[in-house]
C-alpha cells in the first residue's frame, strides 16, 4: 500500500517541529519532503504531531507480562506498542551467565523476526551497593572469562548493550573488549568514582544508564558517575521520567547540562518498565524478585514485608515524553528526540526513530496535550482503542 502522511507539525530529521511529509511503500518510508506534500489520492492529513514511533533501549516487561519467554515477550512487545513504542529491546536483570545467555537464545526467534530490536543486559556485572532491584546473589564481576563466555556465545550477536559498573575488577578491561565487539555500553548500578568513570568513557562506553539512578549522587568533594556523565560530549543519558525516580528540576538539569555540553540528543528517555506497565497495580517478579505495585510505583518486597528499593517503572516512553513535556518543561522537540532517534543511535539502530526513506514506517501521531492518540506500525496503522491511549 502506497499512502503520504502528512502533518502540519512532525519531528523531522534536524530534530525540529514543522511541516513535513512521508511517502510509505509497504512497511518502509520511500519518499519525504518538507513543506506542503505533493498532490495524491492517497494523501491523509495528520491532525496532531507527528512523530516516529518511540524506541524503548531500556525495558523489562509490560501488559503484566516479563521477557521470560517468547510467548510473554510478544505481550510485553504489544502492549508498549498500542501507546506507541514500535520498537523495544528486551532488557534482562542479572541472573547467572548461563541463566543470561539462555533467556537470550529463547529470545532469538523475536529478533531475528525483527519485532523486538535486540537484547539488553542490565548486569550482572553491577555493584552490591548499587544493586536496586537486581538479585544481590546473582552479581557477579566481568572477569576476562566471564567477557569471553558472552562474546564467543552465538547469543552475543542478538546482545546490543549491556550496563557494567567499571569500578570492578575486570571492569575497564570488559568495558573495552566489549565496545570494540560492537556492544553498545551503559555505565550504570555503580559506585564509580568520577575518574573511573571518565576510564570507562575512554574506553568505550556510551551511556549512563538510567542517569541519576543507582549511582552516586552529585556530591562535591565526590562526584562519582553523574558529573563525567553530564561533562562528555557524545555520551547518552538515560532518564527514567515519571516523576518517581528523577526531581523535574533534576530533568531539566540532565538536559541543560547536554546542551552545554555536545547537544541536548544526548538525552534519552527509557521506561525501565516493568511487568506492571500498560497494567495494572497488584503483585509481580521482577528476576525472581518479589515486586508490590502500588498506584503506579513499583518497589520490591523486603522479607518483613514493607516496601523495599524502587523495581523499575510502570512507565511507557508515551507517558515519558508527556510528562518530560508538561512537568519537566522539556520542549516537545527535545523530548521526541529523546525517545526516538537518541535511543535508535545510542544502541546501534540505523532502520528506527527517523522520518527518513529507508526507515521502517513506525509513526505516532500525539493531540494537543501530548497524548499519543495513532500508532503506525510497520506501515499499519494499529487499531484504534482509545482506552489504551493515555
Ligand atoms: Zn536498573
Known amino acids: 500500500m502506497n499512502q503520504i502522511i502528512s502533518a502540519t507539525s512532525a519531528l523531522t ?14 512497511e518502509r518510508i520511500l519518499e519525504v519532503g518538507h513543506g506542503a506534500p505533493p498532490r495524491s489520492p492517497d494523501l491523509h ?44 529491546l528486551a532488557s534482562l536483570v542479572s541472573a547467572s551467565l548461563d541463566t543470561l545467555l539462555a533467556q537470550t537464545e529463547a529470545l532469538r526467534p523475536l529478533v531475528e523476526s525483527g519485532e523486538l530490536a535486540a537484547i ?16 544481590e546473589t546473582v552479581l557477579s564481576t566481568p572477569s576476562p572469562a566471564a567477557v569471553t563466555a558472552l562474546l564467543d556465545h552465538p547469543a552475543s550477536e542478538l546482545v546490543n548493550y549491556v ?3 567499571p569500578e570492578l575488577p575486570g571492569g575497564i578491561e570488559a568495558v573495552e573488549r566489549l565496545s570494540t565487539s560492537g556492544i553498545s555500553v551503559g555505565i550504570g548500578h555503580t559506585g564509580a568514582s568520577c575518574s573511573t568513570t571518565r576510564e570507562a568513557l575512554a574506553a568505550g562506553a556510551v551511556c549512563g544508564t538510567h542517569l541519576f539512578n543507582a549511582m552516586k549522587g552529585l556530591h562535591h568533594r ?53 511487568a506492571a506497565a500498560a497494567a495494572t497495580d497488584g503483585d509481580y517478579t521482577l528476576g525472581g524478585l518479589d515486586v508490590r505495585v502500588r498506584q503506579g510505583v513499583a518497589r520490591l518486597v523486603t522479607p518483613d514485608g514493607g516496601e523495599g528499593a524502587i523495581a523499575g517503572s510502570t512507565l511507557t516512553l508515551a507517558e515519558a515524553v508527556r510528562y518530560s513535556i508538561v512537568e519537566a518543561g522539556i520542549t516537545a522537540e527535545h523530548a521526541l528526540t529523546a525517545a526516538t532517534s537518541s535511543p535508535a543511535r545510542m544502541v546501534g539502530l540505523d532502520e528506527v526513530g527517523k522520518l ?16 499519543v492518540g ?10 484504534d482503542d482509545s482506552s489504551c491511549f493515555h
Open 13 to 26: 530529521p534536524e530534530g525540529r517541529l514543522a511541516p513535513y511529509w512521508v511517502r510509505i511503500s509497504g
Open 45 to 88: 492529513i495528520s491532525q496532531g504531531v507527528l512523530s516516529p514511533g518511540f524506541v524503548d533501549a531500556h525495558a523489562h516487561g509490560g501488559g503484566g507480562a516479563t521477557f521470560a519467554s517468547e510467548e510473554e515477550a510478544q505481550t510485553v512487545l504489544t502492549a508498549h506498542r498500542r501507546s506507541g513504542t514500535t520498537t523495544m
Open 120 to 135: 539488553h543486559w542490565e548486569g550482572p556485572w553491577l555493584d552490591t551497593a548499587h544493586r536496586g532491584a537486581h538479585d
Open 163 to 165: 550496563t557494567v559498573a
Open 222 to 274: 565526590e562526584p562519582g558517575a553523574v558529573l563525567p556523565l553530564l561533562q562528555t560530549p557524545g555520551v547518552f543519558l538515560e532518564l527514567i521520567c515519571d516523576g518517581v525516580h528523577v526531581h523535574p528540576d533534576m530533568i531539566r538539569f540532565a538536559w541543560e547540562s547536554a546542551a552545554q555540553n555536545g547537544g541536548p540528543q544526548r538525552i534519552v528517555l527509557v521506561s525501565d518498565a516493568m
Open 356 to 371: 527518513l526513506p529507508g526507515a521502517f514506517a513506525d509513526l505516532v501521531v500525539l493531540d494537543e496535550q501530548w497524548s
Open 374 to 383: 495513532q500508532v503506525m506500525y510497520r506501515g499499519e496503522w494499529i487499531q
